[in-house]
């Protein structure tokens, strides 16, 4: 018998079946083989290459209108894409902007129900359906002031962004600031005004406005003249200023219905919701208003907040086209809250694994992270191309190349250097050719209260709830912060005297340190560093000056008790000392310490106004110049008075809860004109309690050194004189300006608060005295004296008032009322008190004297004048100043017609 050994048994041959035989072999591989053998699948592999091979191309076209295309695992999330983008552009403030893409590529719209943005945490072959998918490099948040941008690059692809905007006529806006804007762009791309270069018609081959006439280039035309000395980085920056301003700045609409079924748009920014009607903004709910965002189907919920004086909820409901639409909206205020309202993205804990409701969160950074950053970054000097602008039709418009390098130059000039390279020094900002007024609402919710603009954060404590968590409901909500209650545990204040730093500066060869203060013991804030301007002294020192430092001592000087006067003078003083070093005592970022455990924004200054102020006459004459064009241009088109008209009448954020107790309301002369609680005047020694009808309200003229002081008060009651001249008496007072008679037309718009000649006025501790009156057609000129009897102190009181001015009217004659207003202004030099001006109301005659006054100080200083801006300052101190469109109109003929005839001009001393 023949047998196999197998090493465990003997098997007869004729046994060994083939069934057998596998057997014994998988038993042996299962017991006595199982550590040395083992199998490979080839073509499992094989097929596993091939899918690691493939990949997903996403081709993107920038602002500049170049294209790449990436390649990506078709598995890769959105955000590989963002970082593949923003890696090829060497964008570093790279949270403003996104990628856009179409669900149907066949419909070429902006619509935002046609354009998506990429979501970073989804597949990118889930969100885009088509092959080969195209994506545009786009600004998702519109940085509210262009001086919050860093990089001077990114303030380019704002500058494009804007300019696309325009052109496509998503941004409308007037043609006396499209030309100004557009005059901008030709200082960018054809450098300075040469007339043998550019000679008639060098602009018509340009593409610069929609609908482009020849008179339209004459305006651009003149104003590029006005630009002289400005580099690329310097016009777009002001580009990006002069953008800001606009109602439709940053404004994607989504269209909607309201509950009467009137075809309306809704508009998602910075400071909340705006609502448009055949693209006029009439109305806004900012975000510290707003409780809820809700939508349910094709509906969309704003809930507002209460008000004390309220027993019930408003829930504002809007009809969106679609249930997409609905949501694209809700999700856009989800985004825009958290990135400009929040210190970091709330994220919610997943309390159910399955719900009915959108569960959408904003999981980027918020632009407090984005500013912080970039205050300790060093920042990068780097070179890059601008693309030019299209080419009208008519013209010849070649396609811009992707390669960088390269530039076609504007047809009509030779090549200049920097044409085919513009150094960028990323340390450097821009030269402001146009000054700063008090920024527009817009600005306000990016954090500070923004009578300049700066960013103030809000609470990062609080957290986000979310209504919608709850299985059964099927409405998406998102809930605001309480932005109006404190939180329970705010964070403590610095202590007095620890980690202060030491850091000395010398001034630059202009004479200057980079760097502005605020506050003072007249403003009742501590002095804080406001704004360090880039490649300066206090920019490049060690260690670094920073925004928010408190300012302690100045050369070992304790300045907590000094005016803000006092201390801008001193830090000036440096400079004229031996080496004019300057040594500063500073408790690093007290500003941004001190708001982590407050809703209050901080109170800026505009930007870049350099302490020591050297100002140079050029700059500031083109700016002052180029204000006066556009008041001319605004007059004349009609859009000034339009301009006006859209502007809030009461500051939203502003509550006037004093004025209606029960115990103030017979205080008020009005019934709707109530001061702010911020602002109003709190009487120290009054027995009727603290309310008087009345508000601070402070105008700054910059590069002077100058505020302006008024209370602006209503005409007193009878009921009120005592505490009026209680008012005046602790305020410091010595100038009472009156903007009115005591009857109009059979109708009583002012109590007589002062005696007759002689004859003295007792009102409880106080004595009045009359001692001189001088009247003409339309003005009287009285004195008094205010005794207080309780310590015997005697104080002159000069009375100005200006009877021949109709209540809702104005003055008939331009240059009289001018006459008037130089007289105060005479009246008040070099006094720091405040001025009390009053007409019936406090706020329409009135307005327009504290815009006529802070007017002619800003020629005298050199500065550009805004007239809105400065209504739209007063209107954030006292509600309603500058009652009607007549009155806005008059004063800015008369503020022009006061520089064109040389009554008004800059001094000598801001003119050199």
């Not at 000649?757 to 009247?775: D, G």
Request: with cysteine; hydrophobic share 35%.
């Amino acid at each position: 018998m023949e047998c196999y050994g197998w090493g465990w048994a003997s098997v007869p041959r004729r046994w060994l079946t083939q069934r057998h035989l596998i057997d014994m072999i998988e038993s042996v591989s299962r017991r006595a083989l199982s550590g040395s053998s083992g199998s490979y699948h080839v073509r499992g592999a094989e097929l596993a290459r091939d899918r690691r091979l493939k990949s997903l191309s996403a081709t993107v076209v920038f602002l500049d209108d170049t294209q790449h295309t990436f390649q990506l695992d078709k598995r890769a999330k959105g955000q590989a894409l963002l970082d593949l983008v923003f890696h090829h552009l060497e964008l570093i403030e790279k949270d403003y902007f996104g990628l856009q893409y179409t669900e149907n590529p066949s419909n070429s719209s902006n619509s935002p129900d046609v354009m998506r943005w990429l979501d970073p945490s989804k597949p990118v072959k889930k969100q885009i359906r088509s092959k080969g998918g195209q994506f545009f490099f786009r600004v998702k948040f519109y940085v509210s002031d262009p001086s919050k941008l860093q990089e001077e690059y990114t303030r380019y692809q704002f500058y494009l962004q804007i300019r696309r905007d325009i052109l496509q006529g998503k941004l409308q806006l007037p043609v006396s600031t499209a030309c100004l804007i557009a005059s901008y762009t030709v200082q960018s791309e054809l450098g300075d005004y040469h007339p043998e270069e550019h000679g008639p018609g060098y602009l018509s081959r340009l593409q610069l406005i929609p609908g482009q006439t020849e008179e339209m280039e004459r305006k651009i035309c003149e104003l590029h003249k006005l630009h002289k000395g400005q580099l690329p980085a310097d016009a777009e920056f002001n580009f990006l200023d002069h953008a800001k301003r606009l109602d439709m700045y940053g404004v994607e609409l989504h269209k909607a219905r309201d509950s009467t079924n009137k075809e309306i748009q809704l508009g998602v920014t910075s400071i909340g919701l705006v609502v448009f009607q055949n693209n006029t903004r009439i109305n806004i709910f900012s975000w510290s208003k707003i409780v809820k965002i809700s939508f349910k189907r094709k509906q969309f919920f704003i809930q507002l907040r209460r008000e004390q004086s309220e027993s019930y909820d408003t829930l504002l409901g809007f009809n969106m086209q679609t249930y997409r639409s609905s949501k694209n909206l809700w999700k856009a205020c989800v985004e825009h809250h958290t990135f400009f309202r929040l210190h970091s993205p709330k994220m919610r804990p997943r309390r159910f694994p399955l719900t009915l409701s959108s569960r959408f969160t904003y999981s980027g950074r918020t632009e407090y992270q984005t500013v912080e950053d970039g205050k300790y970054r060093a920042r990068v000097e780097r070179t890059f191309i601008r693309s030019p602008s299209k080419r009208l039709v008519h013209g010849v418009q070649a396609p811009v190349p992707e390669e960088k390098g390269k530039v076609a130059v504007a047809p009509g000039r030779p090549p200049r250097p920097y044409d085919n390279k513009v150094q960028s020094l990323g340390s450097r900002e821009p030269r402001q050719a146009w000054g700063e007024g008090n920024p527009s609402d817009e600005e306000e919710m990016n954090g500070a209260h923004t009578q300049g603009g700066a960013f103030s954060p809000v609470l990062g404590s609080r957290i986000l709830s979310y209504v919608d968590d709850d299985t059964a409901v099927e409405r998406n909500i998102y809930d605001l912060p309480d932005y109006s209650e404190p939180t329970s545990s705010p964070a403590p204040a610095p202590a007095p005297d620890d980690g202060l730093v030491t850091i000395c500066l010398t001034p630059d060869e202009q004479g200057r340190f980079g760097f502005n203060v605020k506050g003072g013991l007249d403003l009742d804030m501590a002095i804080l560093v406001s704004r360090v301007a880039p490649n300066t002294p206090a920019d490049r020192c060690y260690p670094k000056l920073n925004e928010g430092d408190q300012v302690v001592y100045i050369n070992g000087m304790d300045v907590s008790g000094m005016l803000h006067e006092h201390v801008v003078n001193l830090i000036r003083q440096c400079r004229d000392t031996g080496n004019g070093e300057l040594s500063l005592t500073v408790r690093p970022n007290a500003l941004y310490n001190a708001l982590a455990g407050t809703d209050e924004p901080s109170e800026e200054e505009p930007p870049y106004r350099y302490v020591p102020d050297a100002p140079q006459a050029t700059v500031g004459s083109d700016a002052l110049a180029q204000s006066m064009l556009l008041l001319a241009d605004g007059l004349a088109s009609g859009a000034l008075i339009a301009q006006y008209e859209q502007l809030y009448r009461k500051n939203p954020e502003l509550t006037s809860l004093e004025s209606k107790k029960t115990e103030n309301q017979n205080k008020n002369r009005y019934r709707d004109i109530s001061p702010y609680d911020v602002t109003r005047v709190i009487l120290m020694g009054s027995i009727n309690g603290d309310y008087i009808n009345a508000n601070y309200v402070n105008m700054e003229i910059p590069g002077s050194g100058i505020i302006n002081r008024y209370i602006a008060t209503q005409g007193p009651l009878s009921s009120t004189l005592a505490d009026f001249w209680q008012m005046v008496l602790e305020a410091g007072s010595t100038l009472v300006v009156m903007l009115t008679t005591l009857v109009e037309r059979g109708r009583t718009k002012c109590h007589q608060y002062w005696p007759n000649v002689n004859e003295p006025l007792t009102l409880r501790n106080l004595t009045l005295t009359t001692t001189s009156e001088k009247t003409d057609d339309f003005f009287v000129f009285r004195e008094f004296v205010l005794r207080d009897v309780s310590t015997g102190e005697e104080r002159d009181i000069t009375h100005m008032q200006y009877w021949g001015w109709p209540d809702h009217g104005v003055p008939g004659d331009w240059r009289q009322f001018t006459g008037f207003t130089e007289r105060v202004r005479a009246a008040r030099t070099g006094i720091v008190e405040p001025a009390v001006v009053h007409c019936s109301a406090g706020i329409g005659r009135t307005g327009v004297l504290v815009l006529m006054e802070t007017a002619l100080c800003l020629i005298e200083a050199n500065q550009p004048v805004y007239p809105l801006d400065i209504v739209r300052a007063m209107r954030d101190q006292r509600a309603m100043m500058i009652q009607n469109a007549s009155q806005y109109k008059f004063v800015c003929e008369a503020v022009h017609k006061a520089y064109t005839e040389g009554i008004a001009k800059p001094l000598l001393e801001f003119s050199r």
